[in-house]
Nanobody
């Protein structure tokens, strides 16, 4: 099973940008589709973005489409989430996830491995 470590979170003003990174170890990340989820205080975890294993096809939640970009560097075993035009409602703990199975991408139980999360706070 792959181990995941997120970094890059922080405090930013509305309209600003952050780039999250997710470093994978223990297995080659190219064996996995990779994704990002987030969980705001008092809310359930929600899907943010996914990138496929080899062809790097991306898919986004409607709430972030056009503002966030997921990408991967398989040589570095790292996945990124570039977040632009951040809004206060983007405030959450962001989690990196990996999977090599199928199922609905937005369902957390269809993902095999999770990172510990990184806090993103957007001030108004």
């Amino acid at each position: 099973q792959v181990q995941l470590v997120e970094s890059g979170g922080g405090l930013v003003q509305a309209g600003g940008s952050l780039r999250l990174s997710c470093a994978a170890s223990g297995s080659t990340s190219s064996n996995y589709a990779m994704g990002w989820f987030r969980q705001a205080p008092g809310k359930e975890r929600e899907f943010v973005a996914r990138i496929t294993r080899l062809s790097s096809i991306t898919y986004y939640a409607d709430s972030v489409k056009g503002r966030f970009t997921i990408s991967r560097d398989n040589a570095k075993n790292t996945v990124y989430l570039q977040m632009n035009n951040l809004k206060p409602e983007d405030t959450a703990v962001y989690y990196c996830a990996a999977r090599h199975t199928g199922g609905t991408v937005a369902v957390g139980s269809n993902w095999d491995s999770w990172g510990q999360g990184t806090q993103v706070t957007v001030s108004s």
